[in-house]
């Protein structure tokens, strides 16, 4: 797509002459004065915040990932740093009366780092691969482009942009360190390696990483002292790893990482046009590609309303997006919903260093306003089917129900085809559990160890002790959408060993709640146990369970029980606080089965 459109409008010619200023710099009185006084009170708080010292960051920080499985073991300090630096910057930036120390020893100490690249992806550069045990320490000879060495990169390279007059003054030494640690751990390796994983070259599934470093590397080269050619050839080369990456995106803009992993992927692609189109004066732009419409619009698709999406994979359901980016993408889509949604999203400047250091974030959130008035536009749409994806959003009455398809090899897959969330009153009742906090595990062979990505702890049948089994090649089959539901068959996402012949499930969705059919076909009498993940705790009685909003009614032969799943892990309590319900419905072995569920406001 974007290759195709250079081979025939050469990009060198199209660059601007008249430099490449990203945001303003700190020079720039006029445009930092005109920030609001709450930007202004905002960038003094969070540099306040961090006015600890810049913490070490250790070599046995750094083993903990393959001593004890901790990733925050280097990633805290890591970041912290980060954060520091870019909290500096915006005060030195705002305040002129700012010292400006702070950022000159971070940009020391990052500098001075053995890698830029966490722990967690120096010994698993590829997702889900052994980690090699010979490399528990990164090699400085080798310096590897991972999603945060290129998050570094970007932010180094802004601090020059921003901050050069005053670190100039400083002493030229600062300049010079900035520009080359960022060729030789960053410009470099990408136009010399063809072996980092999310290039494309080496493996065609492709996931947020790719848009992700390849927006931030483009920072870097853009504020490089690169010439004109070597710039241009450098974006060639971006844009044919660009393309690997659009071409496994489905035309329906589907993103099966979970809307939350939107800031990553779509965002980061918005990220990257964008700063290809002021490097070109607005003539290079890909904003008409109905592909890459509709993958910026995916958030707007997956809202459920009043914050909360359909978090299927590693996605919470109240994910921080970048609101700022949805807004600037409805604005250049002319989607007024998607305007409304992004700006009601928009959040605050430590929310995009906090999420993770997006400086860029930030930049664009103080210097891209909020609409005078909020756009007429509904920020949720109707209906929603996208057929690549197979996913499916119905509202009616007081409910809103997302389903899926799919399969269980998806990106940052959890065992859940054929799974379900289902809204009353704008607040989820019958819950995804979502993401927890990355561990060595996450991405390991460990993964399906942890209770919230198994096929057990989401809003499906169990077979025997069989639940659905990770892997491409367990799926649901025969989908079809119809006017208030969806139709699925689960049978191929268990393993042989099940013996499900078929296992036929219908979702319908009218204004007084929802029904769900399973029917169900054994090469041998098993018992089937249905699992619902509950945000309240429930009250069983003879066939019915009243929790929250709503009442779930069941067929009376079924033996229902309730455990209590306490939200240990601190990312999930943020979204659930103190514990979620798994209910569990079993029925007697048999060799077909067939149940009927309905979901209603909660009976009086």
Not at 165 to 172: F, I, M, S
Not at 273 to 299: D, M, Q, S
Request: charge should be negative.
């Amino acid at each position: 797509m974007l290759s195709e459109y250079l081979k025939t409008h050469p990009i060198e010619p199209l660059l601007r002459d008249e430099g490449r200023n990203l945001f303003p710099p700190a020079e720039d009185r006029k445009n930092w004065e005109a920030i609001s006084p709450e930007q202004r009170e905002e960038i003094c708080a969070l540099n306040a915040e961090y006015a600890a010292p810049y913490p070490m960051r250790t070599a046995t920080e750094f083993l903990a990932y393959v001593r004890s499985d901790s990733r925050l073991a280097d990633e805290d300090p890591y970041f912290f740093r980060r954060r520091k630096l870019c909290a500096a910057l915006l005060a030195c930036c705002a305040l002129p009366e700012a010292p400006i120390d702070p950022v000159i020893d971070g940009i020391w100490c990052i500098a001075e780092e053995t890698s830029w690249v966490v722990s967690a992806h120096n010994v698993n550069p590829i997702p889900g691969a052994p980690a090699p045990a010979q490399y528990p320490l990164p090699d400085p000879d080798d310096p590897y482009i991972d999603l945060f060495s290129a998050q570094t990169g970007m932010i180094l390279s802004l601090t020059l942009h921003l901050l050069g007059g005053r670190l100039d003054a400083e002493t030229p030494m600062l300049r010079a360190r900035i520009e080359r640690e960022i060729r030789r751990r960053i410009l470099e390796p990408f136009r010399a390696r063809e072996d980092f994983w999310w290039m494309g070259n080496l493996r065609k599934d492709l996931c947020n990483w790719t848009p992700w470093i390849l927006s931030n590397i483009l920072v870097c080269a853009a504020l490089s002292p690169m010439t004109k050619h070597e710039l241009a050839a450098t974006i060639v080369r971006a844009c044919e790893m660009l393309d690997r990456y659009l071409d496994i995106v489905p035309e329906d803009g589907g993103c099966d990482e979970g809307p939350g992993y939107w800031n990553m992927a779509g965002g980061s692609l918005m990220d990257f046009l964008e700063i290809l189109e002021k490097l070109t004066g607005g003539k290079v732009t890909f904003l008409h590609e109905a592909k890459i419409r509709n993958l910026l619009a995916f958030p707007r698709n997956a809202s459920l309303g009043g914050g909360w999406f359909a978090n299927f994979a590693d996605s919470d359901a109240r994910p921080m997006i970048s609101g700022e980016r949805l807004q600037a993408a409805g604005e250049r889509l002319g989607d007024a919903g998607l305007v409304s949604l992004g700006a009601r999203m928009r959040g605050s400047i430590r929310d995009q260093l906090y999420d993770l250091p997006h400086l860029t974030r930030a930049l664009a959130l103080i210097f891209h306003p909020a609409p005078a008035e909020m756009p007429c536009g509904e920020e949720t749409p109707g209906d929603v089917w996208l057929p690549d994806l197979q996913f499916r959003i119905v509202r009616r009455g007081i409910f809103v129900l997302a389903c899926k398809g799919g399969h269980n090899g998806e990106n940052h897959n959890h065992n859940d085809a054929g799974s379900f969330i289902l809204t009353a009153e704008g607040e989820p009742e019958i819950v995804d559990a979502g993401n927890m906090l990355y561990s060595a595990k996450t991405f390991s062979s460990r993964r399906y160890t942890l209770w919230n990505v198994r096929a057990a702890y989401h809003n499906l049948p169990m077979i025997g002790a069989y639940e659905e089994k990770e892997g491409t090649e367990h799926a649901a089959r025969n989908v079809r959408a119809f006017g208030n539901g969806l139709e699925l068959d689960l049978a191929a996402a268990y393993e042989k060993a099940a013996g499900v012949r078929s296992l036929r499930r219908v979702f319908a969705l009218e204004e007084d709640g929802l029904t769900l059919t399973d029917e169900v076909r054994l090469e041998t009498a098993l018992p089937v146990t249905w699992v619902f993940m509950l945000r309240h705790q429930p009250e069983i009685g003879a066939g019915r369970v009243d929790a929250g909003r709503i009442t779930l009614r069941f067929p009376e032969e079924l033996e229902a029980a309730a455990e209590e799943i306490p939200m240990a892990d601190a990312r999930m309590a943020g979204i659930w606080h103190d514990s979620l319900w798994r209910l569990t419905l079993r029925g007697k072995p048999n060799t077909e089965t067939r149940a009927v569920f309905t979901v209603r406001k909660r009976e009086t």
